[in-house]
């Protein structure tokens, strides 16, 4: 056991990933055009690995209240965008939660002053793109 | 004569305008909305693009008090960047000369006043005011 733990080490330490590996720092970017598009109008398209396969399904039962926004979508985007996300979603996170930026891993890796959340700049959590230029791309480990 | 010389006028000056920027979908699209506002109130006589700019300065009363006007999220200036109130995101200037796609897709547009038009005025748009925000914009 600790030979296969010092193999992993190894492993871990070619491949360039750092002690806090967390299986979201690089999500596969969005590949489906509807969701891009519908999707990525008023925040950025959120990769489907970013949330369990339940939020999403919630997600998209809930588009006609949207966070407050109405974000409906007709019957033919809406069944290929919940296929996508649900067919792609992460292994795991909380389904009973909406929101990424609720989730715990998401909570643990963004402990910032509260300051930082009402910078200009950022506005909102749920802002990736501010903090992380290529989050677009799926990639979170810039920092 | 004159009654039906008047809104002829009007149907020629929009032609116009659009002529500057020229492109068959805005212009089928305009149509579309003419028709419409026609249908809606008699005394249509055309758009304006005078009363376009007001609607999207604003302040309106009706919506969300964070979003009273068009400008709230696409900033005054309609050839600047906007950004989403509350998500933060970047939005492509509305002004055609800045963003020369605004406006082409009859279906992008319908959505995005049905989900604006609710939030800035709390209320959906009439066919006049879509066609006089367009006309605004195009010649922007």
């Known amino acids: ?143 | 004569m004159i009654r039906f010389l008047m809104p002829t006028l009007a149907v020629f000056a929009v032609g116009g305008a659009i002529a500057a920027t020229a492109n068959p979908a805005r212009t089928a699209l305009l149509d579309g909305y003419a028709a419409q506002a026609k249908a809606q109130s008699a005394t249509f006589a055309g758009f304006s693009a005078e009363r376009g700019r007001a609607l999207y300065l604003g302040p309106h009363t009706g919506g969300k008090p964070e979003t009273n006007a068009c400008a709230a999220c696409h900033t005054p200036n309609p050839t600047a960047q906007g950004r989403h109130q509350r998500t933060g995101r970047a939005i492509e200037p509305m002004a055609v000369s800045a963003t020369p796609k605004r406006f082409t897709d009859p279906a992008e547009v319908e959505k995005r006043f049905d989900r604006d038009c609710p939030n800035v005025l709390g209320r959906a748009c009439t066919a006049q005011e879509k066609g006089d925000f367009i006309t605004y914009l195009a010649g922007q």
């Open chain 1, 1 to 143: 056991m600790p030979r296969r733990l010092a193999a992993a080490s190894v492993l871990l330490l070619l491949s360039g990933v750092t002690s806090s590996a967390n299986e979201f720092e690089r999500v596969r970017p969005v590949t489906n055009d509807a969701t891009r598009k519908e999707c990525g109008e008023c925040h950025m398209a959120f990769q489907p690995g970013l949330l369990p396969a339940g939020s999403w399904t919630r997600i998209m039962d809930g588009l006609d209240d949207h966070f407050g926004e109405k974000a409906s979508l007709p019957p033919g985007p809406a069944t290929e965008i919940r296929a996508y996300l649900t067919g792609n979603a992460a292994g795991r996170g909380d389904p009973a939660l909406l929101r990424i930026t609720e989730q715990r891993w998401w909570l643990r890796e963004h402990r910032f002053r509260p300051e930082v959340w009402l910078r200009k700049d950022v506005l909102s959590k749920a802002n990736c793109e501010a903090c992380h230029r290529d989050a677009a791309r799926g990639l979170y480990d810039d920092d």
